[in-house]
């Protein structure tokens, strides 16, 4: 958890701040997950802090949902042609890719208990980029 906290620290994904009148902040919650090697031996947990996407409402606290999926066909095609035209193929996965995204709208979320910066307990974070769950994180 703490190497979770640390990524988004280091991202610059929140700032603490008051939570203006009328605005409600989103509850985050933990996700661990149990990585195995090929042997089924555990290789490691992880844990990923995930916004509580699904308290969000529709045009209220978002406009719309986005989801960037790329169709089977334009594989396809796209693979088709690089083995016409003898292209070397790469695939690639962003690490984080969500967490990189700016944010355009105001998202507030709690201080995580076990988190809570001393002093600020009353502080809630805004959000600068996005998190995981969170309706807008596809489309940042």
Request: aromatic share 10%.
């Amino acid at each position: 958890m703490e190497e979770e906290m640390a990524s988004i620290e280091e991202n610059r994904t929140w700032s603490l701040v008051d939570l203006p009148h009328g605005c409600r902040a989103i509850w985050l919650k933990w996700v661990y997950k149990v990585k195995r090697d090929e042997n089924r031996a555990v290789a490691k947990y992880k844990a990923r802090l995930v916004v509580k996407g699904y308290i969000q409402r529709q045009w209220i606290d978002y406009d719309e949902v986005f989801a960037l999926v790329v169709r089977l066909d334009t594989v396809q095609l796209l693979i088709a042609l690089a083995a016409h035209e003898g292209w070397e193929v790469h695939h690639m996965d962003v690490k984080s890719a969500f967490l990189n995204g700016d944010l355009k709208e105001e998202v507030y979320v709690e201080q995580l208990a076990g988190f809570i910066s001393t002093g600020h307990e009353h502080k809630v974070f805004k959000l600068k980029k996005a998190l995981y769950g969170l309706h807008q994180a596809p489309k940042a």
